[in-house]
C-alpha cells in the first residue's frame, strides 16, 4: 500500500506542479503601432508612430479556437507597447491584435498590418523573457502630399 501511494504521488505531484499557469518570471510583450500616412501597406520614412493605440494580446485554444486568455495594453508616447503576460501559454495560438487609435483620421486598420503571431512558453528553447511583435498599423484617411516621390523610391528598378 505504502508503494502503491508512492507511485501515485510521484506521477500526480509532477503534473499538479507543471498545471500551474502562473509564471515567477513574467513575459514582456513589445510591439510598435503606426499610422501608415501613405497608405502604402508597409512602414515607410514618413511613417509616424500613435501614442494612445490600444492592443490586446488574445490566447486561443488551438483545437476550438475558444478564447482562453486576454489582456490590453496602450502605447507609450514612441507608440510601443509592452505588455506583461504572468501565465505561460505553452500550446496556444497568441496574437497581438490591434483594437484602436486615438488619431480619427488615422484610426482605419490596415488589413493584413491588424495583428501579429507571437509566442508565449518557455518550452520553445528560448531563454529571455522578452517576446517581440511585428508592427502593426492603421491606416490615414488621405495619403500626405510627397507620398508619390517617396514610394517611387521603393519601386524596383530593372536593367
Not at 513589445?30 to 514618413?46: I, N
Not at 510601443?80 to 486615438?102: F, G, N, R
Not at 486598420?109 to 518550452?123: E, Q
Amino acid at each position: 500500500m505504502g508503494r502503491l501511494m508512492l507511485l501515485v504521488a510521484l506521477c500526480v505531484l509532477p503534473a499538479l506542479v507543471s498545471a500551474g499557469r502562473l509564471i515567477s518570471r513574467p513575459f514582456v510583450l513589445q510591439g510598435r503601432v503606426y499610422c501608415d500616412t501613405c497608405r502604402a501597406g508597409f512602414e515607410t520614412s514618413a511613417t509616424t508612430y500613435i501614442a494612445g493605440a490600444k492592443v490586446r494580446v488574445e490566447c486561443k485554444d488551438r483545437n476550438s479556437m475558444q478564447l482562453l486568455y486576454s489582456i490590453e495594453g496602450t502605447t507609450d508616447s514612441t507608440g510601443t507597447y509592452k505588455i506583461m503576460v504572468t501565465e505561460d501559454h505553452e500550446d496556444q495560438l497568441c496574437d497581438a491584435v490591434l483594437v484602436s487609435s486615438p488619431q480619427s483620421d488615422c484610426a482605419s486598420v490596415d488589413p493584413g498590418r491588424d495583428r501579429a503571431a507571437v509566442i508565449l512558453t518557455r518550452y520553445n528553447g528560448m531563454v529571455s523573457d522578452n517576446r517581440y511583435a511585428n508592427a502593426m498599423g492603421f491606416l490615414k484617411d488621405h495619403p500626405m502630399s510627397g507620398c508619390t516621390q517617396l514610394l517611387q523610391q521603393y519601386q524596383e528598378f530593372e536593367d
